[in-house]
């Protein structure tokens, strides 16, 4: 049986496992830096999200380790006759869970909260490149009705 | 010559034309209520929008009228050593415009938001059935190489 999971908001402690989960990826090791002491931008990021009522950053422990994270944000749109919306972004599990379903506990957690925080909409982009990713949000009742366009600014 | 446009922050004043828009759209009329009075459930978003710094629903202004409208967010983001992004939403210009370059001038107005803000990426995703806007967005330099997935809740 698996251990219980506890979710919960990031603290500033968290953040080096976080930076090291995001870089522990096909696509993170590209563009992130996990290196000590971790550079001032993900401590600055750090301080945005957690100033923010509309961002929160969730890490899923299991044994007093960080063993998961994900960033929700909370919008108000005029669309949908003025709905709440749940974005989800920088979903990472890390390397020895994966594939025992911790991303699956991970991902309904956040479903839960943006139901208890009012949405009609829980929404993410995924790289095309991850194609099991993309399985892994449809068999989590996710439907990819839209296409994720990008544009890198200077 | 097409007459100047202008483009700034939506005030109250403006509630009634911008969900006008939203609902004179192939999506939106099965989803949108413009009724008067409106919905207090879009003036509540209106309020949400307006009072939170991270948010900015502007609008396209020709010869007085609202002619076109945008929600853009700037949200803090771990990822990407700890960089901002912006995201594109609800994007309408009225039917008399429609082919005239609005559209063009106001996403780039958009992405010269998102680069004063500091963000290094602006964002969308588009409905798969608007292959229209699809084309319109890459064009304008957007790549679609996300997968954008949706979940409604109860």
Known sequence: MQKK??????????LDRIVEMLADDELGRKRERYEQPLPESYKKAFQAITSDPNNELIVANQDNEVIGVVQITFTPYITHQGGWRATI??????AYV?????????????????????????????????V???????RL????????????LE
């Not at 999971?5 to 968290?14: G, L, M, Q, S, V």
């Not at 972004?89 to 890390?94: L, Y």
């Not at 099991?132 to 449809?138: G, I, M, N, R, V």
């Not at 009742?141 to 890198?152: D, R």
């Open 89 to 94: 972004e920088g979903v990472r599990t890390t």
């Open 98 to 130: 994966r594939g025992k379903g911790v991303g699956t506990e991970l991902i309904n957690w956040a479903i839960q909260r943006a139901k208890n925080r009012g949405c009609h909409l829980i929404q993410l982009t995924t790289d095309k490149i991850r």
């Open 132 to 138: 099991d990713a993309l399985h892994f949000y449809e």
């Open 141 to 152: 009742g996710f439907k990819a009705t839209h296409e994720g366009l990008k544009m890198k």
């Open 5 to 14: 999971i506890n979710f919960r908001i990031a603290t500033e402690r968290d």
